[in-house]
């Protein structure tokens, strides 16, 4: 199970910190898409296994649209 909660107060997949989940973030994990997730990139690894997949794109999909509480 995936949590979607915030993380340290952050909105999870807000990659920017806009306060909201948008097409911001969207470009930003396009871009680190297929990467391996290390330093910089790790964030964009949501479901933590490693890599920047099709698993994380889900997530992020799931995240779409939400702002911060
Ligand atoms: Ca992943």
């Known amino acids: 199970m995936i949590s979607t909660a915030g993380v340290g107060g952050r909105l999870l997949a807000d990659f920017d910190g806009s306060g909201a989940v948008n097409f911001d973030d969207f470009f930003m994990f396009a871009e680190a898409f297929g ?34 509480q």
């Open 35 to 68: 990467k391996p997730a290390s330093g910089a990139s790790a964030k964009f690894d949501l479901d933590g296994n490693g890599a920047i997949n099709l698993d994380d794109f889900f997530v992020f999909a799931d995240r779409f649209g939400k702002k911060a």
